[in-house]
């Protein structure tokens, strides 16, 4: 399946360079550079590309194409458990977003940036960012998911029993999305 979605992927990119449309490759970009980047063999690829979608993003003020861009750089290197370059594009995305009231992309790389405190170690501060988070009623769906989460496993690691309840919470939330990603 993803080999499929690159390959329609470099179509459009190859598609908006014939047209001169630097949006839609920057779109495009974004896109192809995010799948390449989860498969191990081509992670390096995934991060030039995408830094390529950023940098024409920057160069145009194509502001949703910049957040886009810091959300799958930082989160997929989280993911792929590269923390230092996730770190730097969480706080400089974290920075722009905050600079332009890009609220949305802040509080979803803040719940990347949980994830990454929780996997390295910074519990406290982790769980600093999480309880933030959700002291938001009206928070998205796909950020209250990552902060419990967040708060859960910290609990669980802690023997603290009201870990079921984030957990309970978190499940119901992501089969509500029925989003592949938010579910497991």
């Not at 669980?156 to 119901?172: F, M, N, Q």
Request: some cysteine.
């Amino acid at each position: 399946q993803s080999t499929e979605c690159i390959s329609l992927g470099e179509k459009a990119i190859a598609l908006a360079r014939e047209l001169g449309d630097e949006e839609i490759l920057c779109h495009a970009l974004n896109n192809v550079g995010s799948m390449q980047m989860k498969i191990p063999a081509s992670n390096q690829l995934g991060v030039d590309l995408l830094q390529q979608s950023l940098a024409i993003a920057l160069k145009n003020s194509y502001h949703d194409h910049v957040a886009r861009a810091y959300c799958n750089l930082a989160g997929t290197s989280c993911t792929m458990k590269d923390y230092v370059f996730s770190r730097k594009m969480l706080d400089e995305g974290i920075s722009y977003c905050e600079a332009r009231d890009l609220d949305t992309y802040t509080l979803y790389m803040l719940s990347w940036k949980a994830r990454l405190n929780f996997e390295t170690g910074c519990w406290k501060e982790a769980c600093r960012i999480a309880e933030n988070l959700l002291n938001h009623e009206t928070q998205a769906c796909a950020v209250r998911i990552a902060a419990l989460s967040v708060l859960a496993k910290i609990k669980i690691r802690r023997g603290d029993p009201d870990a079921v309840p984030l957990l309970l919470e978190a499940k119901t939330l992501a089969f509500e999305t029925m989003e592949l990603q938010r579910i497991i």
